[in-house]
Nanobody
Framework: VQLVESGGGLVQPGGSLRLSCLFS????????VAWYRQVPGREREFVAE???????NYADSVKGRFTAYRDVHERTMYLQMSSLKSEDTAVYYC?????????WGQGTQVTVSS
């Protein structure tokens, strides 16, 4: 299982950005997936998840602004981010929990600044 994020960049406060996470390997690795983010000097924090049943859960800090979804045919998970704030600046990672293992992508930088 390999995960590759893309879509990060520089965006102004209030703007939008969509991150992608491309999966390779076993398609079932897309069953339990999540987005995390990390700021230098701080622990990686949960952002959003999609469960095996398709339910989505979000951190309180992004609820109502971020939407996580997946397209199995495209083997891609997305994170649509809107109303971005400076505190959303971080490296964003996608994660898969599959067969007792956690798989991570390499991360993509999101910078929210004017």
């Amino acid at each position: 299982v390999q995960l590759v994020e893309s879509g990060g960049g520089l965006v102004q406060p209030g703007g939008s950005l969509r991150l992608s996470c491309l999966f390779s390997g076993d398609i079932w690795s897309m069953l339990e997936v999540a987005w995390y983010r990390q700021v230098p000097g701080r622990e990686r924090e949960f952002v959003a998840e999609i469960t095996g049943s398709g339910r989505t859960n979000y951190a309180d800090s992004v609820k109502g602004r971020f939407t996580a979804y997946r397209d199995v045919h495209e083997r891609t998970m997305y994170l649509q981010m809107s109303s971005l704030k400076s505190e959303d600046t971080a490296v964003y990672y996608c994660k898969s929990d599959w067969e007792g293992n956690a798989y991570w992508g390499q991360g993509t930088q999101v910078t929210v600044s004017s």
